[in-house]
C-alpha cells in the first residue's frame, strides 16, 4: 500500500515557473514507477509525465522541453518541475504510482493503481 500526498501547487503568471513535490509512504518506493496527470474541470484527465523505477521518462507532447519529472529513492518524493508554464497548464496535478514499474511509463491512468489527492496549479495570462 503505498500513499501519495502532493504539495508545491499554487497561482503564478505565465512564463513562470513552479515545482510540485508528491511524497510516497511504504518501502519500497524506489521498486514503483510514477506518473502526473492533471484535470481541468469539464475535461479528460490527462497524462503529463511518467518516471520508472530505473529512471525512464515519458512526457506529453504538450509540456516536452517544458517540464521534467524527477524522483528521490532516498527522500520517498517524486516532483514535476514546471517551467515556461502556460496558462493552459492550469489544472489539477495528481501524482500516481504502480507497481510492479515495467520498462516503460505508462501513459494511461488505469495503469496506475495508487493517486494522490492533487494540487492546484493556476497558470495567470
Known amino acids: 500500500q503505498v500513499q501519495l500526498v502532493e504539495s508545491g501547487g499554487g497561482l503564478v503568471q505565465a512564463g513562470g515557473s513552479l515545482r510540485l513535490s508528491c511524497a510516497a509512504s511504504?518501502?519500497?518506493?524506489?521498486?514503483?514507477?510514477l506518473g502526473w496527470f492533471r484535470q481541468d474541470p469539464g475535461k479528460e484527465r490527462e497524462f503529463v509525465a511518467g518516471?520508472?523505477?530505473?529512471?525512464?521518462?515519458n512526457y506529453a507532447d504538450s509540456v516536452k522541453g517544458r517540464f521534467t519529472i524527477s524522483r528521490d529513492n532516498a527522500e520517498n518524493t517524486v516532483y514535476l518541475q514546471m517551467n515556461s508554464l502556460k496558462p493552459e497548464d492550469t489544472a489539477v496535478y495528481y501524482c500516481?504510482?504502480?507497481?510492479?514499474?515495467?520498462?516503460?511509463?505508462?501513459?494511461?491512468?488505469?495503469?496506475?493503481?495508487?493517486w494522490g489527492q492533487g494540487t492546484q496549479v493556476t497558470v495567470s495570462s
Open positions: 500516481a504510482a504502480r507497481y510492479p514499474s515495467g520498462y516503460y511509463a505508462y501513459m494511461e491512468g488505469s495503469r496506475y493503481t495508487y
Open positions: 511504504g518501502r519500497t518506493f524506489s521498486s514503483y514507477a
Open positions: 518516471i520508472t523505477s530505473g529512471g525512464n521518462t
